[in-house]
């Protein structure tokens, strides 16, 4: 529980500075250079699960922990993909619809970025896998604090994209160094001499996995930047990421600290199931109010955040609003799935769901502009193949689950429904009774069931349990 409190206070300080930093930069860079942003961002977070190859996730569950193998993969595999993205820099920007000159700049500046994060994935890795991510929020704050202050800086002289680029660079540098400096004194750097290639062969599904998630989540910023100008790019990426807001804030942090403890209670399936599904209940009780709120109050909220510039761009965060529910056993499901060395299962669960976004959404962007990229979002065609696993692992916990999932999605309906009619046009009355719909669904969850969370996080039986344990099927 306290790695995971700590994940999250850090990645809810992150995510509300970056908040406010970018609320200025809003109005400070034209949506242009936003597109541009955007697409640089989906495109190295997929280049880090290729640069990874899925072995930070591998070696948590390895003991004792190889991090000597995984900083030479880092530094020779990470290092050749840099040069790969050098080399190929102009290549690459062809595939960004709007001719720019400064798009292959920036991608060859982000190759530095890419490898200092290679680097601190080490002493993090170190971190999670001994459930201590607490040790990690001092670097995350410092990170944070240097991103927001200097992309401010480089915004207000003009700089443009590069705002992002140089921020996100020095930024990254400070972190890197940061958790090396904080790992040293406990962090062995185990090398198991001819060990790296065979560590590789065994964290390749597990790279897979994460390659297709991220892209998954980031398959809208490539497939629109393809096709249409930088400044559409930018606008249709406001509303996305304003509706996985929530998601962004508590997933990440969540599924941080979960997965480690999944993997420890390797010898406890119905223990290992119950974590899976109070986890899976907690964010979605901040989901769908979440949603919700954003349904009623699209055009409010644009304007606020976003200023006359994304005025138009209220409807599609109306759509979006629900995609992040669209997929509720898949929150932490992979996790689990890799856990219980299901790794088939969920490749393929994100393989079917990607090649329908995919698919879908080259069609209906083609046929129906972005707007029809929003409804992509709703082809989840791998959510069957999830289902089927994890009532593999536990149908009763899974049906259990189901039927706590309908209470999560049906409560808050009446509350809201009553905002909505109570309220009328007045938009600003709208916002605060539903904004107290909201508050009043998150006190209904908690008192269901929150205690029963805290209950089973803060038990000792996590971190007592034996290391090394290998999940069993």
């Known amino acids: 529980m306290r790695s995971s409190g700590a994940a999250t206070l850090a990645q809810f300080v992150r995510v509300a500075a970056i908040l406010l930093t970018h609320l200025a930069l809003r109005r400070l860079i034209p949506p242009a250079d936003w597109g541009l942003r955007d697409w640089t961002e989906a495109l190295f977070l997929l280049l880090a699960t290729v640069r990874d190859l899925g072995m930070p996730s591998h070696v948590v569950r390895l003991r004792p922990i190889p991090l000597g193998n995984l900083l030479r993969v880092q530094l020779g595999w990470g290092g050749a993909l840099g040069l790969a993205i050098l080399a190929g820099a102009p290549f690459l920007a062809t595939t960004f619809r709007t001719p720019r000159p400064d798009v292959a700049l920036v991608l060859q500046a982000m190759v530095v970025y890419l490898l200092l994060e290679g680097l601190a994935s080490v002493p993090l890795t170190h971190f999670e896998a001994g459930l201590r991510i607490g040790r990690s929020v001092v670097p995350e704050l410092a990170r944070t604090l240097s991103y927001c202050t200097g992309a401010l800086a480089f915004a ?71 096709r249409f100008p930088d400044a559409v790019v930018g606008g249709y990426m406001f509303a996305y990421v304003w509706a996985f807001f929530a998601s962004r804030v508590l997933q990440q942090p969540i599924g941080r600290a979960l997965y480690p403890a999944l993997v420890q209670f390797g010898d406890q399936p119905a223990q290992q199931f119950l974590a899976y599904r109070l986890a899976t ?35 599609l965060l109306r759509l979006l609003a629900f995609a992040p529910l669209i997929d509720p056993l898949g929150r ?35 046929r129906f502009g972005p707007v029809g990229m929003a409804w992509a979002n709703f082809l989840a065609l791998g959510a069957p193949v999830l289902i089927w696993s994890l009532a593999r692992i536990d149908r009763p916990g899974l049906g259990r689950l189901l039927v706590d999932l309908v209470e999560v999605y049906g409560a808050p309906l009446p509350l809201f429904a009553l905002a909505w009619w109570a309220s009328g046009d007045e938009a600003w009355l709208r916002f605060a009774l539903s904004a107290l719909a909201a508050l009043a669904s998150l006190a209904w969850f908690w008192w269901r069931f929150g205690g029963r969370f805290l209950e089973f996080f803060r038990a000792p039986r996590v971190a007592d349990a034996t290391p090394g344990t290998q999940p069993v099927e």
Do not use: C
């Open 281 to 315: 209940k907690v964010l979605l009780a901040i989901e769908v109010p979440a949603a919700l709120f954003l349904f009623l109050n699209a055009d409010l909220v644009v304007q606020i955040l976003g200023g006359v510039r994304y005025a138009d761009q209220a409807d």
């Open 156 to 226: 207000l002289a003009g700089w443009g994209v590069w705002s992002f680029v140089l921020a996100m660079i020095g930024s990254q540098a400070l972190y890197a160094a940061l958790l090396w400096w904080r790992a040293r004194p406990t962090m062995e750097l185990r090398y198991e001499r001819g060990g790296t290639l065979t560590m590789l062969a065994s964290s390749i599904p597990l790279g897979s996995i994460w390659l297709l998630a991220f892209a998954v989540t980031y398959a809208d910023a490539l497939i629109l930047g393809s």
């Open 332 to 366: 932490f499901g992979g996790e689990l799935l890799v856990a219980r060395n299901r790794d088939r299962d969920r490749i393929l669960s994100l393989v079917l769901h990607l090649t329908a976004l995919v698919a879908g959404g080259l069609y209906l962007a083609h």
